[in-house]
């Protein structure tokens, strides 16, 4: 069974990364804001608040996505699909895809970040998937998300 790799996941999901940055981001004001306030976090601060509103909203995205990508098993083979849309902005990769399990086609796709995973792939190229044992929506790139090993 192949399992997702951590280390690959944050450098190449988007929307992964963009939550831990957040939360990243979001604990630092609110320590910053802390030292500033001397840590009495007041009802009065509304800035701390605010602050504690996003970082509880990011910690929820970020939780929301390490649940999705620990439940990902998959003891399939590796599918070949055929990406038929890929679109790019800012930084960030959306690559669509279709593939046939069990002569029923479906259609996903992976939002990643831009770099020497996925810049390579184009609209119309062949692409290794691994899909999920019991949601066969469900699929992710081998190259991006995976340590594959020779």
């Known amino acids: 069974m192949e399992k997702i790799s951590f280390r690959k ?4 999901d988007r ?3 963009s939550s ?3 939360t990243i981001i979001f ?4 320590f910053i804001l802390g ?14 608040l605010i602050i504690g509103v996003w970082l509880v909203l990011s910690v929820l995205f970020l939780l929301i ?16 699909a055929q990406v ?8 960030a990769k959306r690559i669509a895809y279709t593939y046939t399990v069990d002569h029923i086609e479906y259609k996903s796709g992976n939002f990643v970040m831009v770099n020497k995973y996925s810049k390579h792939i184009h609209k119309g ?7 999920s044992e019991t949601h066969p929506k469900t699929a992710f790139i081998r190259d991006i998300y995976f340590d594959i090993k020779v």
């Open 84 to 91: 038929i849309k890929v679109f790019t902005y800012r930084g």
């Open 65 to 80: 996505r390490v649940i999705q990508l620990l439940k990902f098993k998959s003891d399939r083979r590796p599918y070949l």
């Open 35 to 48: 030292i500033n306030d001397g840590f009495t976090f007041s009802v009065e601060n509304y800035g701390f």
């Open 15 to 17: 929307f992964l990364f």
């Open 20 to 22: 831990l940055l957040l």
């Open 9 to 12: 996941a944050v450098l190449n």
């Open 125 to 131: 190229d062949q692409v290794e998937i691994n899909i």
């Open 27 to 30: 604990l630092g004001l609110a």
